[in-house]
């Protein structure tokens, strides 16, 4: 017996250099060699080289009526203490919440709460999305449109060139990158 | 729905299905003790870790002293893992400066990651240093799932051996399965994942100005997530390094990710099945509990998707169209988010990509059932074949009183000490989720922890209890054990009551089965085998596999249905708000 649980505690220190020490370094290695932006977050640069996010994150753009705006989270986007909205189907909360959402959205795009694409009223389940459909997507182009003066044409174009397919075509859904869809935008004025 | 949806989920079950037996092959070879090729790389590791552990690791094990050493083994990985969560702020890789978690949510997670379960009362990147996910966590990921494949193998020698005690050494099956198996897999699984996005390094929190300007700023999560994700998969573990889990960017950033990440739940849970049919002799045997497991899985993916399709009764006062994106990502959508539901819970995985509070009232009746069946669709790694195999004895047993005869399996006669074993292990998980669940709803302990109004309230309780004993580890996470609300420990709300309980559901959730698991190969392996006859009801038929499925969903439907009435049934009945 205890020689067994000596065994059993010397197997558990072991097994705690070689799978909790040794493999999560050499793979933290391995990814600065390999691949060093993606592996420390992705990050982006604005035209004038300042870092303003990473592309995997979603932002908050509502303070800018002219640019593209992301799906509506209640974790202020935060990507270092993330949480779920955890609000229940039938939950009136949420009812208030999505309703809010939705009214917000028809108003700054100018259209019926009908036509407000789901995802547009409702939040994800990071809080962080970086993407928005491509229906969401080009409902908005419209208003950046107008409002930066770039062709309509031009816009749908910049919508279309950051949408991210489906994984060899049939893995996950289509959607566009908010963040750098923005940043070519700014980029065209 | 669309097309694309359901041709992911055929692609899914296609590419499953021809893995099943490459890995069942390799997993047979190495459980077996015959070379495989990484050999020459890693047998003097192997054979370094085994004489260093000392005598204990030579001999044979009959399923009592299997069972001491795989007890002893967890007993002192729980002691480690507590011990580096209780002293967080002494250890290395801690830049955010974050305090010790305090005493009940470490033993609730402690308990949790050495039972496999990975449930999270706690928020990864508010409360764990990279040291603490690195060395306890990611450690406990590995040695759990490695535990439960060990005892697969055991109980499958018990199947497949005659006459004889031994079921095989644990230290050895421990050592083989972590060095031959799981850190491969998993390092190669990394490596794929942080070539597209995972992020994976050692830093101290980013924060940015943000692209609007004007002052706003953003801070980013740092740290070792892509390593923690491969194994978390691979191992059936589930426990997210950030706290929304597979649904962050960081730890799943695409649709590709996000099917790899499923491959590997369910890779060795069914590659195990094709491992169980090559060591008893025959591959049909094996084929056969493929075949239930995966026709159960089938309907639970029909279900959740056509569910999930739909909009909620919220939606519906909001006004709103549309299929029900609440709680899911654009990158998933509603397909990729229903599959993983049910991937990650017919395993005993529990990692999430998608808020399991927000599905449909139908919808989250799907995850709830899958766990309801003790996790044996698929189930965890090993655990879900040792699962099951309990509840094939029970339909032979069935089987065998509708026509009369003796009940037996692989030429072995049942009888009733098995039985009896079977009872404990089935029934086992099933009463402590009621008695927990009762105890939750009908005291006023349980209140602290209920976020949610209405029926939802009573399941996200049903939900933490089902998952906790089940050692599945996905939540409806309004349920709260644990509050941070600044990323620091201090002014954060603990509510003992559902760490102590939910900690103690899954310890023993996970050891009863495991036990009884073990004492019934103990007591087949000293059986002889008796040649099939005529009158030998076959275990590799269709009309078996309808049979096991229906001895599974009978002891679920049983004991469970007046409760999923209670709380999903009710609430997708009716549009009303509460």
């Known amino acids: 017996m205890l020689k067994d649980l000596r065994s059993a505690a010397l197997a558990v220190l072991v097994f705690t250099v070689l799978c909790g020490l040794a493999y999560p370094l050499a793979i933290t290695g391995a990814a600065e060699v390999l691949v060093p932006g993606k592996s420390k977050g992705s990050l982006v640069q604005d035209e004038e080289g300042r870092t303003v996010g990473s592309r995997l994150i979603g932002q908050d753009f509502s303070a800018r009526d002219d640019l593209f705006q992301s799906r509506p989270s209640v974790t202020g986007y935060s990507a270092s203490a993330t949480y779920f909205n955890n609000r229940g189907p039938n939950q009136a909360t949420l009812a208030v919440q999505q309703r809010r959402f939705a009214l917000d959205y028809a108003e700054r795009e100018g259209i019926r709460v009908s036509e407000v694409p789901a995802d547009a009223a409702t939040t994800s389940a990071s809080g962080v999305d970086p993407q928005i459909s491509v229906e969401n997507a080009r409902i908005q182009a419209r208003r950046v449109a107008r409002a930066t003066g770039l062709p309509r044409q031009r816009v749908d174009e910049l919508v279309e060139e950051h949408t991210d397919g489906r994984g060899l075509g049939v893995f996950g859904e289509p959607g566009v990158n908010v963040l750098m869809l923005n940043l070519a935008v700014e980029e065209e004025r | ?578």
């Open chain 2, 1 to 578: 729905m669309t097309a694309a949806g359901w041709i992911q989920i055929a692609v899914f079950v296609a590419v499953l299905t021809a893995l099943t037996p490459l890995l069942g092959g390799y997993l047979a070879r190495v459980l077996q003790g015959e070379p495989v090729a990484l050999d020459r790389v890693l047998g003097p590791v192997e054979r370094g870790i085994l004489r260093g552990l000392g005598p204990q690791t030579q001999a044979e094990q009959d399923w009592k002293r299997y069972a001491r050493s795989i007890l002893l083994f967890n007993l002192a990985g729980f002691v480690v893992l507590y011990a580096i969560l209780r002293t967080q702020t002494l250890h290395p890789f801690n830049p955010q400066d974050l305090s010790s978690p305090p005493w009940d949510l470490s033993f609730n997670t402690a308990a949790s990651f050495v039972a496999n379960t990975n449930w999270q009362f706690y928020g990864g990147e508010t409360t764990l240093s990279s040291f603490s996910q690195m060395a306890g966590l990611t450690t406990q990921n590995f040695l759990s799932a490695a535990v439960g494949i060990a005892v697969v193998a055991a109980v499958i020698r018990g199947f497949a051996r005659r006459s004889t005690t031994s079921l095989g050494n644990a230290y050895v099956d421990l050592t083989r399965t972590t060095l031959y198996v799981l850190l491969p897999i998993s390092a190669i699984a990394a490596l794929f994942l942080v070539t597209q996005g995972a992020i994976q390094n050692l830093d101290a929190y980013k924060t940015v100005n943000a692209f609007v300007g004007g002052g706003a700023e953003q801070t980013l999560g740092m740290g070792p997530a892509a390593s923690q994700e491969a194994i978390k998969m691979l191992g059936t573990n589930g426990g997210g390094f950030f706290n929304v889990n597979a649904a962050m960017p960081f730890s799943n950033p695409s649709g590709m990710t996000n099917v790899v990440l499923m491959l590997l739940i369910l890779l060795i849970p069914a590659a195990l099945t094709n491992t169980f049919g090559r060591m008893v002799g025959s591959r049909r045997q094996g084929w056969a509990i493929y075949a239930a497991m995966a026709t159960m899985f089938l309907i639970g993916c029909v279900v959740l998707y056509v569910a999930e399709s739909h909009g909620t009764p919220a939606m519906q006062a909001a006004g709103i169209h549309g299929p029900n994106l609440e709680g899911k990502e654009t990158r998933f959508g509603i397909g990729s988010s229903s599959l993983f539901a049910v991937v990650t819970t017919v395993a005993s995985c529990g990692a999430v990509n998608a808020a399991m509070e927000s599905l449909t009232g139908i919808g989250s009746a799907i995850p709830l059932a899958n766990m309801m069946t003790g996790e044996v669709i698929f189930g965890g790694v090993g655990s879900g074949l040792y699962g099951m195999l309990l509840f094939v004895l029970l339909a032979v047993f069935l089987a065998g009183l509708m026509v009369g005869r003796t009940p037996e399996y692989l030429g072995k006669k049942i009888g009733a000490r098995e039985i009896k074993l079977v009872a404990v292990g089935t029934l086992a998980v099933p009463l402590i989720v009621l008695a927990l669940t009762a105890l939750a709803i009908g005291t006023k302990y349980g209140d602290a922890s209920i976020f949610n109004e209405g029926p939802q309230g009573f399941s996200e309780t049903l939900y933490a209890y089902t998952s906790q004993a089940n050692n599945n580890g996905s939540a409806m996470a309004g349920y709260t054990g644990f509050l941070q609300p600044n990323g620091n420990n201090d002014g954060t709300l603990s509510v003992t009551f559902a760490n102590l309980m939910g900690g103690l559901a899954m310890l023993f959730g996970r050891f009863l089965p495991m036990v009884a698991a073990l004492a019934v190969a103990g007591s087949l392996a000293g059986k002889r085998v008796t040649p099939a006859g005529p009158g030998t009801m076959r275990t590799d038929t269709p009309t078996f596999v309808v049979l096991l499925i229906g001895s599974v969903i009978l002891v679920a439907l049983l004991t469970f249905v007046p409760a999923l009435l209670l709380g999903p049934v009710a609430q997708g009945l009716t549009d009303s708000l509460f």
